[in-house]
């Protein structure tokens, strides 16, 4: 398997077994996909919880940049939604798969 099939693989194993949900696989291609090369790189795929400037980042460079919804507070909910959704417990987090959950939550995806 290529790493983008691997990827869809381990994004996937975590949306059935950390947040209770069966993935679509073809809408998680097209979200690793709108990550960038940032869903292939080591710190990239990673988010940080705890970081307010990977909230920001997910923000502006996620959910302002690529469906084009309009800033507010109503994104800060939804990436904290998001993370809670996506149970941690000192453990990673993708990029992917949290994208996932917000584009499930926005009902983006037909944007992507």
């Known amino acids: 398997m290529g790493r983008r099939e691997d990827l869809v693989k381990v994004c996937a194993q975590d949306l059935r077994q950390k ?4 993935p ?3 809408l998680l291609d097209r979200v690793i996909n709108a990550c ?3 869903a292939f790189s080591e710190s990239g795929v990673v988010v940080d919880p705890d970081s307010d400037g990977e909230h920001a980042h997910i923000r ?10 309009k800033d507010g507070p109503a994104l800060s ?3 904290d939604a998001a993370f809670e959704a996506y149970p941690h417990q000192g ?3 993708l990029r992917p798969v949290l994208y996932y959950l917000l584009v499930k ?3 983006l995806e037909a944007k992507l």
Request: hydrophobic share 40%; net charge negative.
């Open 91 to 93: 453990e990673r987090l």
């Open 105 to 107: 939550y926005f009902g």
């Open 60 to 69: 502006s460079h996620f959910l302002v940049r690529k469906p084009g919804l």
């Open 24 to 26: 679509e696989a073809e």
């Open 19 to 22: 947040c209770g949900m069966a």
């Open 36 to 38: 960038g090369p940032a």
């Open 77 to 79: 909910d939804a990436i």
